[in-house]
Structures are given as structure tokens and as C-alpha cells.
């Protein structure tokens, strides 16, 4: 009788871990880090870091032969230096209240004088 006590004990043990694992495993994930996967050869990145070299390169075009960078061109978003650095943290900070949550239902504190006091036992 003392041997199916220790070994109901036991088993009751096992499956007290047994069910923690699951639990935990299914809460947080696996305990053992993910194994790294092989390279695959397919994805080899050393051809495409050297392009084989192009028996007829294309010839570069001349300044002139680009519309866009004549005379009377509109210049690029680049060279136009920013007025005010500064202006999008205005306007960041105008609007700072706005990020702040309201609360859905506003109380009034309470009073100590409307707070009824427990009953002290004489």
C-alpha cells in the first residue's frame, strides 16, 4: 500500500510538470533558442556583389542632352535649404496636448467628511 502512495505521488509530480511545460510553452514560446538555418546556395549573394562586366557599355550622356538640368530649371527639393529647422517641433509641440488620453468618466474626490466611517465595536 505504501508503494501505490509513492508511486501515485510520482505520477501526480510528472504530470504537474508535464502541464507547466504545455502552459509555459504555449504562453511564451519555445524555452530553446530557434537553430539557425543553412545558407541556401540558391541565395548565394557573391554573383550578384560582382556583375560580370558588360562587353558594350552604354555611353554616358552629356549635361546638355539632359532636360533638367537646364538654365531655366526648376532647382530639386535638395538644393532649396530649409527655412527653419525648428518648424516641425512647432508644430509638434502645438499639438502636444492632444497626445494626452481623457478619461472616460470623471469623479469628484471624495470628501473625508463623506466617507462613512467603519463602526468601531465597543
Do not use: W
Amino acid at each position: 500500500m505504501k508503494f501505490l502512495t509513492v508511486f501515485a505521488f510520482a505520477c501526480g509530480i510528472v504530470i504537474l510538470l508535464v502541464a507547466t511545460f504545455v502552459v509555459l510553452h504555449g504562453a511564451y514560446g519555445s524555452p530553446l533558442p530557434e537553430p539557425i538555418p543553412d545558407p541556401s546556395p540558391v541565395a548565394d549573394p557573391s554573383p550578384a556583389a560582382n556583375p560580370s562586366p558588360v562587353a558594350d557599355p552604354k555611353p554616358v550622356a552629356e549635361p546638355s542632352a539632359n532636360p533638367g538640368t537646364g538654365t531655366n530649371a526648376e532647382p530639386g527639393p535638395r538644393s532649396k535649404p530649409n527655412p527653419s529647422p525648428s518648424a516641425p517641433a512647432t508644430l509638434l509641440e502645438a499639438n502636444k496636448q492632444d497626445n494626452f488620453a481623457v478619461p472616460l468618466l470623471e469623479t469628484a474626490p471624495q470628501k473625508l467628511d463623506d466617507v462613512q466611517a467603519d463602526p468601531q465595536p465597543a
